[in-house]
């Protein structure tokens, strides 16, 4: 059997770019859905005023684009640490 000999420094950042494309999607998903069901009118009266409150996907809509984010810049350091690491171990300045 093989033994696999990728660096653990770029497993991690595969890892975090692969978490982050799917915080991505799922944002894209949720932003389209809140847009969708977003009240108006008379709706987002009674939402302002406290009446009633808003469709769930409304609310977690930044929760989820926050995570997103987040994801991207775990991945970008991840990213940018794994080739800093590969230049510094292939004797490169």
Do not use: C
């Not at 033994?3 to 497993?11: A, G, I």
């Not at 770019?17 to 969708?36: H, L, N, P, W």
């Amino acid at each position: 059997m093989a033994e696999e000999t990728t660096p653990t420094h770029e497993k991690i950042a595969k890892r975090a770019e692969d978490i982050s494309m799917v915080a991505g999607v799922v944002s894209a998903a949720v932003t389209v859905g809140a847009t969708i069901a977003a009240p108006t009118g008379l709706s987002a009266i009674t939402i302002a005023l406290g009446i009633t409150s808003a469709p769930l996907v409304v609310m977690a809509a930044p929760i989820v684009g926050a995570v997103a984010t987040v994801a991207g810049v775990v991945s970008s350091g991840a990213y940018f640490y794994a080739k800093w690491k590969n230049r510094q171990n292939s004797g490169n300045p």
